[in-house]
């Protein structure tokens, strides 16, 4: 039903928590696939990707073509972008399935979705950088490429997929415009 696409360019460290909290979902058959769309990594990402049971394609490409080349690969209906290091709240699948469900039954609208950012309550122990994302979210407005992206791969192909663009993904939510995107109830943040 889903695949979960993660660009990554010496990630181990970074890979290795998010994978985490994905288990659940592939245990539980929501999550399909995992593909690591990786540009030539010399660390262990390729070692983690293997003992996680992921999919590795490396192109040394730029990152909206690997993207791309990710989406192109799989058969699922829905995708996932995640960024390496970014963790889903446990409660993301219930999250996921409702908006796919309710999507699905408006006949695959043109709706993508992103978690929600950390909110006040996330600050009680804050790390700079969710300081950081609050504040551009707060300030800046729309979503930003940390919070993930759920999207119908159809929906996805409709759009062109990821603009060939400097920060193709902040780009390709721009192209989407808030009317389209739905804030999922369940947050991501960084690992700690």
């Known amino acids: 039903m889903l695949t979960a696409i993660i660009a990554t360019h010496e990630s181990e460290r970074a890979l290795v928590p998010t994978l985490s909290a994905l288990v659940p979902a592939a245990a539980s058959g929501l999550l399909a696939e995992v593909v690591i769309a990786d540009a030539g990594s010399t660390d262990a990402t390729a070692e983690v990707a293997d003992i996680a049971g992921c999919r590795l394609l490396v192109l040394r490409e730029p990152l909206a073509a690997r993207l ?3 989406a192109a690969s799989v058969r699922s209906p829905w995708l996932l972008f995640l960024r390496p290091g970014i ?13 796919i469900g309710a999507t699905d039954m408006l006949d695959g609208a043109a709706r993508a979705a992103v978690f929600r950012p950390p909110g006040i309550a996330d600050l009680l122990r804050p790390q700079f950088a969710e300081l950081a ?11 930003k490429p940390e919070q993930g992206l759920l999207i119908a791969q159809r929906f996805y192909r409709a759009l062109g997929g990821h603009p060939s663009a400097e920060d193709t993904e902040t ?15 369940a947050g991501a943040s960084a690992a700690r």
């Not at 963790?87 to 908006?99: S, Y």
């Not at 994302?133 to 979503?143: D, K, Q, S, T």
């Not at 780009?171 to 109830?185: F, H, N, Q, T, Y």
Request: charged content about 20%; glycine content about 12%.
């Open 68 to 70: 791309a080349a990710a």
């Open 87 to 99: 963790v889903p709240d446990p409660g993301w699948m219930a999250a996921a399935e409702r908006f």
């Open 133 to 143: 994302m609050l504040l551009r979210v707060a300030l800046g407005g729309g979503p």
């Open 171 to 185: 780009a390709l939510l721009r192209k989407l415009g808030r009317r389209r995107i739905a804030m999922l109830p």
